[in-house]
């Protein structure tokens, strides 16, 4: 369904790594997530790093400073899928705390993660390296990670 996208020439904004972990360790990270409806069911990834790896979740990032929310979905909607969404609805914020980290030394992350339905404006869809596959799930949604459940049930 997908094709892996090299993120390589992508400008990104990059916070020292001693700050970041002192970032991850005492502040909430504030991020947007994508629920993706697509083909009758939504589309997740099957995550390749923490938090959640080896879990089908929604596609989402941190948003940046002076970044809008509806901005930051849009960046995230392209840097990790490489397509256009159009905002359906905004779900609402969800608390996710985690008992995991991609930062060393750090055991947990806490988010305050704004969900959005969105839908795609285009199905050629470009992996970046944070999902191995992408795929359809339709209802009734069962088996899935508890956050992406509670998008699923805020949907209707």
């Not at 094709?3 to 947007?32: F, G, H, M, Y």
């Not at 997530?33 to 080896?54: M, Q, S, T, W």
């Not at 608390?95 to 055991?107: K, L, Q």
């Not at 839908?119 to 970046?128: H, K, P, R, S, V």
């Amino acid at each position: 369904m997908a094709d892996q996208r090299n993120q390589a020439d992508k400008p990104t904004t990059r916070i020292p790594d001693d700050e970041w972990e002192a970032i991850v360790a005492n502040v909430p990270l504030v991020s947007v997530d994508l629920v993706i409806r697509h083909e009758g069911g939504v589309l997740l990834g099957f995550r390749e790093n923490e938090p959640a790896r080896g879990e089908w979740f929604v596609p989402g990032g941190t948003v940046f400073k002076n970044e809008t929310l509806t901005d930051a979905l849009y960046r995230v909607a392209d840097e990790e899928l490489g397509v256009d969404v159009t905002i359906e609805s905004r779900l609402g914020t969800f608390e996710h705390f985690y008992d995991t980290s991609d930062v060393e030394g750090i055991d947990s992350k806490h988010y305050l993660a704004t969900a959005f339905e969105v839908t795609l404006d285009d199905d050629n869809l470009e992996m970046d390296t944070q999902h191995s596959q992408l795929k359809v799930f339709e209802p009734p949604y069962e088996g899935l990670h508890p956050y992406v459940e509670r998008y699923l049930d805020a949907l209707d």
